[in-house]
């Protein structure tokens, strides 16, 4: 492996302070109001400074949207491995709640990700993977369980054609689209959830947040046609 130069690690450097700042931002300000001329000031930079590590303000929130997709996805990704192989339920809830905490956490991030979009941004094709990381882990999880109890068929099963061929091309266990139809269902049910615990409509309505989203993941996964494993 090549050193990298001191020039090299001074730009890595500056970057992480810029991508820092613009997250602190996204918690302070919502992802609308993000601008380069404000995280240079919070990084002591003249914007035409900010300019050279990010070239518009789309690039930078295009880098943001990577980050922490990324990030969000490792997350998951590494609860659902500690949860056991057989226990697809336990599988199901770890990734889950490993979302919903990563996201309450987050509020700023999960703002950008899951919230109104940016006027003006469309985010670009190099998003996509990052962005499918969560649906495609639940996606697996129930195409593995499906000789648990696989679910009738409705007639929503023709409408995600598309999103059953993405599963298909990584080589995983073929879901029915059924099984895709209610995975989407449950991937919307799921942000939906975190989304009205963050920015209050759950206020008043339940008193426990944390279980009320268990319970309704529990459900989801019901319908995707994961049980909990039998007890021995």
Do not use: K
């Not at 380069?36 to 035409?48: F, I, K, Y």
């Not at 003006?120 to 190099?126: R, T, V």
């Amino acid at each position: 492996m090549t050193a990298r130069t001191a020039r090299e690690r001074a730009r890595e450097s500056i970057t992480r302070e810029i991508l820092d700042a613009a997250r602190a931002r996204l918690a302070a300000d919502g992802p609308a109001a993000l601008s380069l001329r404000a995280v240079a000031r919070d990084v002591g930079m003249v914007s035409s400074a900010v300019y050279r590590y990010f070239p518009s303000r789309d690039a930078l929130l295009t880098r943001l949207l990577v980050e922490c997709y990324d990030e969000l996805g490792d997350v998951v990704e590494h609860a659902e491995t500690e949860a056991p192989r057989a226990d697809h339920a336990a599988r199901w809830l770890a990734t889950c709640r490993a979302a919903r905490q990563w996201c309450v956490t987050h509020p700023g991030e999960f703002a950008l990700l899951y919230g109104t979009p940016v006027p003006g941004y469309a985010a670009p094709q190099d998003t996509i993977e990052p962005a499918i990381r969560v649906v495609l882990l639940l996606a697996r999880i129930a195409a593995e369980a499906q000789g648990e109890a696989a679910p009738v068929v409705s007639e929503v099963a023709p409408l995600v054609a598309g999103a059953r061929d993405v599963v298909v091309q990584r080589g995983w266990p073929e879901p029915p689209p059924e099984v895709v139809a209610r995975v989407l269902m449950a991937w919307t049910g799921l942000f939906g959830t975190v989304s009205f615990e963050l920015f209050g409509h759950l206020n008043n309505a339940v008193s426990d947040p944390a279980d009320w989203f268990d319970a309704v993941v529990a459900r989801l996964g019901a319908d995707a046609g994961i049980r909990p494993a039998a007890t021995p």
